[in-house]
């Protein structure tokens, strides 16, 4: 049948757009609606890791329109107070998506690859121009970027770089912001953007079609059905604060392009040490992602070969030694400060640990979540270790989800790579469908 797919798969790609839509909902819904669709979404997703091998196929493509066109309505309806030119092209790439869902699910063939087509330049667009639109967002996060990587470029240290307070001091989340907080890795592929074009989120704008090239590139290569690779990209596309990701950012766009990248890598190279260089690097783009390198290093396939591993980790190191070789006490105390000087959780996070401290003020320590990360991953290898890149991704994605669910900050950009990494896992576990039917083998 043509509408089925592995349960996995399934599960994988309802989930993800389940808590793409949950984790979007903000302010006064957040712990009404919000966290429960993404607890929904944490069930889904460990529900269908559990199934992998099994052989049975499941119907997909109505459960799947029917949660996109949520998402996308969400998007719809979603603003940041955005120039109303630029509020009317988001307006209609999103309502540009709600008709490719329908298309979708119409079973025709040639209207699904226009209206796919016509959704990715227009979203790709929107995104490039989106630095335009909001040239000066007040947001931390921004404002520190730019000037470590502006220090860097005149040959200041970006550690010991000074931004501006852009909140002017109307927002306390329990901490005052003293150094860039964010890996050296970033300030360095930043740094060309940012000397060409003025502004680094046009890297991040530039990350959407990459990582769309890349999925779209990695199902052909599995062979997987072209609706599924087309649904995929409409969840990507379609996430309804994926805007804001390139409007305010958020390094997470970065992270899925690599780990696109990685799993292209994966299915072509196999034992290079492309993937290895890929899957490496995540960490060093980014703190949080600890158990998820252990898991790659323990679990075989994908585990790289000796060579390739020394490769990605020479490369890994490589982004961070320099610095720490340069001044070595501002460029720690920037990578540890989100895990030392967070006096108390933000209680605007989309989690367990923010509902328990806005409900009974009662809140567990910081390194519970480090814990929960470890055993998930360890129940995850236990359950996953045999199962290839797919057991790979998606221990990885359960692994991060159940740290954000029990972190001190847990955001959209956060979910947003769980997210990825959900469907990239389900992009895999398609192949086996594909296969089935053209009789093909790998």
């Not at 040239?135 to 005149?154: C, E, F, K, N």
């Not at 990578?335 to 003020?361: C, H, N, W, Y």
């Not at 959900?422 to 053209?438: M, N, Q, R």
Request: aromatic share 12%; with cysteine.
């Amino acid at each position: 049948m043509t509408d089925t797919i592995p349960s996995a798969s399934a599960a994988a790609i309802v989930a993800a757009i389940v808590l793409e839509t949950g984790s979007s909902v903000r302010g006064d819904l957040l712990f009404l609606l919000g966290l429960p669709l993404t607890l929904v979404a944490f069930a889904i997703a460990a529900r269908g890791a559990w199934t992998i091998g099994d052989a049975t196929g499941r119907s997909w493509l109505p459960g799947t329109g029917a949660c996109l066109s949520m998402m996308a309505t969400v998007g719809l309806v979603t603003s940041f107070h955005a120039p109303a030119w630029y509020e009317v092209l988001r307006c209609l790439v999103y309502a540009g998506g709600i008709v490719s869902v329908g298309i979708l699910t119409s079973g025709n063939r040639r209207a699904r690859r226009h209206a796919v087509s016509a959704l990715i330049v227009s979203a790709t667009v929107l995104h490039l121009v989106t630095p335009l639109a909001l040239p000066h967002p007040l947001i931390d996060v921004w404002s520190w970027t730019q000037t470590s990587v502006r220090a860097l470029l005149h040959g200041v240290h970006p550690y010991r770089a000074q931004a501006p307070d852009e909140l002017q001091g109307a927002f306390n989340y329990g901490y005052a912001l003293t150094v860039y907080p964010y890996m050296p890795a970033t300030l360095i592929v930043y740094a060309p953007v940012v000397a060409l074009m003025g502004d680094f989120r046009f890297l991040l704008a530039a990350c959407v079609p990459l990582t769309i090239a890349l999925v779209r590139a990695t199902g052909h290569r599995l062979r997987a059905k072209e609706i599924v690779i087309d649904a995929i990209t409409l969840a990507i596309l379609l996430h309804p604060r994926g805007l804001s990701l390139t409007a305010f950012g958020w390094t997470e766009p970065l992270l899925l392009l690599v780990v696109a990248a990685f799993v292209y890598l994966v299915v072509r190279a196999p034992e290079g040490p492309g993937q290895a260089t890929a899957f490496f690097l995540l960490p060093a783009l980014k703190q949080y992602v600890i158990a998820p390198v252990v898991l790659y290093l323990v679990m075989k396939p994908p585990r790289p070969p000796l060579r390739a591993a020394v490769v990605g980790l020479t490369v890994a190191a490589a982004t961070i030694v320099p610095l720490l070789w340069w001044d070595w006490r501002p460029t720690l105390a920037g990578i540890v400060f989100q895990m030392i000087e967070l006096k108390s959780p933000r209680l605007d996070s989309d989690s367990l640990v923010a509902l328990s401290g806005v409900t009974t003020g009662y809140y567990p320590d910081r390194w519970w979540s480090v814990i929960v990360q470890f055993v998930t991953g360890g129940f995850w290898y236990w359950r996953l270790r045999r199962t290839g890149a797919a057991g790979l991704l998606l221990a990885s994605a359960l692994t991060l989800f159940a740290t954000f669910l029990f972190g001190w900050q847990a955001f959209p950009n956060y979910y947003y790579f769980v997210a990825g990494l959900l469907l990239l896992g389900a992009l895999v576990l398609a192949e086996k469908t594909a296969c089935s039917e053209k009789s093909c083998a790998r």
